[in-house]
């Protein structure tokens, strides 16, 4: 009996180390959404229109705080093409 009792313990650790040890799914993770423009977006004009076109349309989303953002200008480059 308590031999029983022993490779039944055994078989129930060894199953729940195998369900606990997976590596993950083969889905992948998705995109961290931020709160606010990250700092590496208001390093150029260009990094700025980079980072507002790869911005997934979103209505349920609440908008990013942007009052004390001044979006970086340039008077030398050519304006960027607006496409979605």
Do not use: I, N
């Not at 993950?24 to 993770?29: A, Q």
């Not at 076109?53 to 030398?76: F, I, K, M, N, Q």
């Amino acid at each position: 009996m308590r031999k029983h009792f022993h490779l039944a313990w055994m078989m129930g650790a060894a199953a729940l180390l195998t369900a606990c040890g997976g590596g993950g799914g083969s889905s992948p993770e998705p995109a961290a959404t931020a709160d606010v423009v990250p700092a590496t977006a208001t390093v150029s004009a260009e990094a700025y229109s980079q980072y507002a076109g790869s911005l997934a349309e979103d209505d349920l989303r609440e908008p990013l705080p942007v009052t004390d953002l001044a979006p970086p200008a340039s008077d030398t480059a050519e304006p960027a093409p607006v496409t979605r």
